[in-house]
């Protein structure tokens, strides 16, 4: 922010005294333990305070943003006063990611963009569809159908696969795609210690505290990265893929680690959550999985979707919308105020963390009538809406550069399912959510699969939220 515009926030200030921001009521050390256990019960809390919200972080402060105005304003119109270089994301994930595109920004980050992007394009990504259904399809027919499947597993080793063939040409062997299963889950819990545990712990110290699962990880996707930069290095001629992209734009050997390990674990998990949540929705709610078939009988008959088809399977995209809306991945996105700044007419002080969430956005009943509810109707109709009422893939200059590839994914991946499988759930107990840097199933999402001429369940939709 220039001299200018400080002296501007200044006089809007004194013409206009700022609005108190309320706080959330906690005791001593405010909600930093209650966000440790469960974050998204903390801020579904604090949203209901107001559309900006403080909440006291131990010695930190840290500021809700819950309205469209105030999420544009943060991701976008004034993004360059949001860092996400000091921001408490970077500091969890770094350790294991390295300074990717995920992590980094300023020149460095744009550069990564830049070449990354070549890589999403339509023609690069209508070429990935053989591949994605391929994996999908393999998964599909080794899957049980006498005993639960838990479809989050499932979901998870087919876009390990889809992401490492697609983006890097590289097929994974069956133990690595299981190594990367498993350090996928546990990296989760070894960058999330670095939020709970308020102090550097010494690598060499052997503590539960998330070094151990910290190493495990480190070793499993530097070894698989380098064995998908290896093969790709040996290659008479370059593929023009994402992969090709970093080779020629990073320039040291540390740099494409960061990118690969970013891709090869960011991607999947994301893709994996929404995967399984859309079948797990479908499955309990009868009138939407007929609605679905209907489509996919109309516009593909027996044969399996193609990228041609997308624009077709409109039906199909809006069930990935309302998924993405009531169970968005990414839950919230945290920044740090470089300046002091106003928004919504609360004054956000400098060096100030702000998180804006779509996981409380898209539950604004203001916004989203009765927000609960799981209805793909709402994105059927033209509706106005403000811009930044949904943003699953975040926004502004730093919006999710994979959006389009996860989509294609989603979009073929759903169809090719439904028309192999018909999905129930088991049990009544809905999902149990666990969030740390991202949201999954904390015991996975358990259904049964079953012949598609097979009965359906009873004609009653189930009624969510599914509980965190």
Partial sequence: MNRSSEEGQTTLRA???????????????????????DPLRTIAHAASFGDVVRLRMAHNNLYLVNTPD????????????????????????????????????????????????????????????????DEALQALASASRSEPVDVY????????????????????????????????????????????????????????????????????VDAL?????EARRALAEPRGDYLDGILDTCSSDRDIRDEVVTMMTAAPE???????MALYLVA???????????????????RQPAASDLPRLSYTGCVLKETLRLHPGAYLYDRWAIHEDMVGGYHIPAGSYVVVSPYTMHRRPDLWPDPDRFDPGRFSTAVERPRFAYFPFGGGPHRCIGEHFALLQLTLLLPLIIQ?????????????????????????????????????????????????
């Fill in 15 to 37: 013409a206009r005294p700022p609005r108190p921001v309320p706080v959330v009521p906690r005791g001593r050390f405010g909600s930093v333990l209650d966000f440790a256990r």
């Fill in 70 to 133: 105030g999420v544009k304003q943060v991701l976008q119109d004034n993004a360059h006063n949001y860092s996400r270089e000091r921001n408490q994301g970077v500091r969890m994930l770094r350790p294991i990611l390295g300074a990717g595109v995920l992590t980094s920004d300023g020149p460095v980050w744009r550069a990564r963009r830049k070449a990354a992007q070549r890589a999403f394009g339509e023609e690069q990504l209508a070429a990935m569809t053989a591949e994605m259904k």
């Fill in 153 to 220: 597993r499932f979901s998870l080793k087919v876009a390990i696969a889809t992401t490492l063939r697609a983006m890097f040409g590289y097929r994974p062997a069956p133990d690595e795609r299981e190594d990367l299963y498993h350090a996928i889950l546990e990296g989760q819990h070894a960058a999330w210690s670095n939020l709970v545990v308020p102090f550097q712990v010494p690598r060499w110290l052997p503590t539960p505290l998330g070094v151990l699962r910290g190493r495990r990880v480190l070793r499993v």
């Fill in 225 to 229: 990265a380098q064995r998908v930069v």
């Fill in 270 to 276: 994301n893709m994996a959550y929404t995967l399984s």
């Fill in 284 to 302: 309990g709610h009868p009138s939407v999985e007929a609605t679905l078939r209907e489509e996919i009988e109309r516009v593909l008959g027996r």
């Fill in 420 to 468: 192999a499988v018909r999905l129930e759930r088991v049990g009544a107990r809905p999902v149990d959510l666990q969030a740390m840097i991202t949201v999954r199933p904390r015991a996975g999402v358990w259904m049964k699969l079953a012949p598609p001429e097979a009965p359906g369940p009873p004609a009653t939709d189930a009624r969510e939220p599914l509980a965190s």
